[in-house]
């Protein structure tokens, strides 16, 4: 094994208190709301990242989305990934998790020669958790889902991982290639290295890829491939906490308060 490849799939998604939906298209709104590296996908890639750290080897950041996640990208790079591979194109729009999963498999074949995919266990968009099984079935490899730790024997070439569970952990071992799912909260992201950020902003960090660029059935991509069907929205209905005001002096605001914390035992 020459080098170790580590390829980190990472989604950009709306900031939770702006996700919206547009209810004609039943898609999610991107314009004017913003956005952040998903963030178990920053698990993800400080996983790989610390595998880089051990053993050395390189790292690629593959993602699907509008050209806007361009910048979002280079976060990673900034961080101590080698190379973005962006997948972007309006027939890709629209795509479930079948196929996104599909797409970002065509992806992983046309980067090649990789070892290991790690992805965050799920999205704050969409919240599934079918991303990284989805990869290990279109590509036929091996997985390892919702795990808190992970290493790799090179020369046995294979991937030790650790998911913690009450009252202790399930130590699994699979053979390369493999995917790992990275737990949310299994690590604490690095900050960006600020003395290689110039270095990540630099013109030719990105490889974008269009539906012409890879071997993608137009069938199995965006809409066409999506057999999931949002149908309908519906506003989950509010509950209102109970809220009393108390008024009078501070002493006698204290009296009150203290009567109703009482009653409450």
Not at 171 to 186: D, I, Q, R, W
């Amino acid at each position: 094994m020459d080098k170790f490849h580590i390829v980190v799939c990472i989604k950009v998604v709306p900031k939770p208190e702006e996700i919206a939906v547009d209810k004609e298209t039943m898609l999610l709104i991107r314009d004017g709301v913003r956005s952040e590296i998903n963030p178990p996908d920053m698990n993800a890639i400080e996983m790989a990242l610390k595998l880089k750290d051990k053993y050395g080897g390189k790292i690629s950041i593959l993602s699907m989305g509008p050209p806007f996640f361009a910048d979002y990208l280079r976060v990673p790079l900034a961080m101590g990934a080698d190379h973005i591979y962006l997948m972007s194109d309006r027939n890709f729009g629209g795509a479930d998790t079948l196929a996104t999963t599909y797409t970002l498999a065509e992806g992983i074949r046309k980067i090649g020669d990789v070892d290991m995919v790690i992805c965050g266990e799920e999205s704050s968009d969409g919240a599934t958790g079918q991303v990284p099984a989805g990869l290990a079935e279109w590509l036929g490899i091996n997985q390892l889902t919702q795990m808190d730790e992970v290493d790799i024997d090179l020369r046995g070439k294979v991937a030790r991982g650790k998911r913690e569970i009450a009252g202790g952990h399930i130590s699994l071992e699979v053979p390369f290639p493999v995917v790992v799912s990275a737990k949310t909260a299994s690590n604490e992201p690095r900050f960006m290295d600020y003395t290689i950020k110039p270095w990540a902003f630099e013109e030719g960090r990105i490889t974008v890829w269009g539906a012409e660029d890879v071997e993608v059935e137009d069938d199995h991509i965006g809409l066409p491939g999506s057999p999931t069907i949002v149908s309908g929205l519906e506003q989950a209905p509010e509950r209102a906490r109970k809220r009393q005001f108390l008024e009078g002096s501070p002493e006698e605001i204290a009296d009150q308060l203290g009567k109703i914390l009482v009653q409450a035992l």
